[in-house]
């Protein structure tokens, strides 16, 4: 399986950093992960976006959801898309109220939002606390801590792990989330000495302490607000897993 990060800045994109955003490939299957701020333009930088096969959202916040308005006006309206007929539907797994809530960020006024309906450009799957198969994958949902309904995510294939936090504060699911997996993609948005609301994110050290203890081969570093310090974030997870790293826009992993 393959990863590419089309995005990993923290809450909000930064100077040239997109949000969250990932693509997992295998068997030529292409399944995005988030679609945060920014990271439609750099979707098209790897993949003609006509060509993504499902998205999966975490949850509802602008920083992993915000470019679906992006991916929405392109598979609606452009005059040349790569199949015969409208609609084509895009497989979209996300919380309860994604239907609603993106049909209303895509909408321009209270007139708009009245009828407001995006089921002709994507099939909805409600994201749940249970095991789907999305192409060549196996995916598992977790709830994890976070202020709106959010998942994290074990995806599984050809004998190879991958969990996914997503956004969340530290909780007892995360260490069944990433117990014993290859490869963990762990947010870490700021430092454990920060000043910061419970049941928000994880810090650099949290991040640390969550590999180790699962027992995971490897770490990788994601979600690091641009307000904080990335080499802070990654020392403090280094201290208690010597083997961590931070992920970088654009940057490829074979897992």
């Known amino acids: 399986m393959r990863l590419t990060i089309l995005g990993c800045s923290g809450s909000i994109p930064g ?3 997109a949000a969250s955003g990932y693509l997992l490939e295998a ?3 292409r399944l995005g992960l988030e679609l945060g701020t920014g990271t ?3 979707l098209q930088t790897v993949l003609d976006p006509f060509d993504l096969d499902a998205l999966v959202l975490s949850h509802l916040h602008a920083d992993h959801c915000a470019d679906v308005n992006s991916l929405t006006v392109l598979r609606r309206y452009h005059p040349a898309p790569p199949y015969p007929a409208r609609p ?4 979209l797994y996300a919380p309860a109220e994604a239907p609603s809530r993106l049909a209303h960020a ?3 006024d209270a007139a708009e ?3 407001a309906d995006l089921s002709d450009v994507y ?6 606390e249970e095991t789907v198969q999305i192409g060549p994958f196996d995916v598992t949902a977790v709830a994890v801590y976070h202020p709106t309904p959010a998942f994290g995510l074990r995806i599984a294939y050809g004998g190879t792990i991958l969990a996914y936090t997503g956004d969340t504060g530290q909780c ?3 260490g069944e989330l990433a117990d014993g997996v290859d490869v963990l993609l762990s947010e870490a948005s700021w430092t454990d000495a920060a000043d910061r609301p419970p049941g928000v994110h994880l810090s650099g050290k949290e991040a640390g302490e969550l590999a180790k203890e699962a027992g995971v081969s490897r770490l990788l570093l994601t979600h690091v607000a641009p307000w904080t310090d990335r080499n802070a974030v990654l020392a403090e997870a280094k201290a208690v897993f010597p083997d961590a790293e931070l992920v970088t826009q654009g940057a490829v992993y074979d897992l």
Not at 88 to 91: D, E, I, N, V, Y
Not at 123 to 128: I, S
């Open 123 to 128: 099939e909805f799957h409600e994201l749940r």
């Open 27 to 29: 068997e030529g299957y």
């Open 15 to 17: 100077p040239n950093a």
């Open 88 to 91: 084509r539907q895009l497989p």
């Open 172 to 174: 007892r699911v995360l």
């Open 40 to 42: 439609f333009a750099q």
């Open 106 to 108: 895509y909408a321009a």
């Open 113 to 115: 939002r009245a009828c």
